[in-house]
């Protein structure tokens, strides 16, 4: 069946950097936008990034602008999150997801902390 597994989650200091990535099967990965999205400890989830089926056009949530980076490689059928220059309010469990959320992976933590 369709599944989404993340990876590359951990502990990172403040300014350090991490790179997630999402595993696609069970599905025509190339056929869909992708998102990123996240839950920081005690609060509901948030949109963090899009990405349209090519990867030719990407969108960011303004509070991580110049500091993540979204890419897919429809070859590996797999999405990137790359994220640079941490900051303690990244700190979250971040998920994969179909844009619009029908599907969507179990998530990996990330936190950022001296």
């Known amino acids: 069946q369709a599944q989404l597994v993340e990876s590359g989650g951990g502990l990172v200091h403040p300014g350090g950097s991490l790179r997630l990535s999402c595993a696609a099967s069970?599905?025509?990965?190339?056929?869909?936008?992708m998102s990123w999205v996240r839950q920081p400890p005690g609060k509901g989830l948030e949109w963090v990034s899009d990405i349209n089926k090519d990867g030719s056009n990407t969108a960011l949530v303004g509070s991580v602008q110049g500091r993540f980076t979204i890419s897919r490689d429809n070859t590996k059928n797999t999405m990137y999150l790359q994220m640079n220059s941490l900051k303690p309010e990244d700190t979250a469990v971040y998920y994969c997801?179909?844009?619009?959320?029908?599907?969507r992976g179990q998530g990996t933590q990330v936190t950022v902390s001296s």
């Open positions: 069970g599905f025509i990965f190339s056929n869909y936008a």
């Open positions: 997801a179909k844009k619009g959320g029908s599907l």
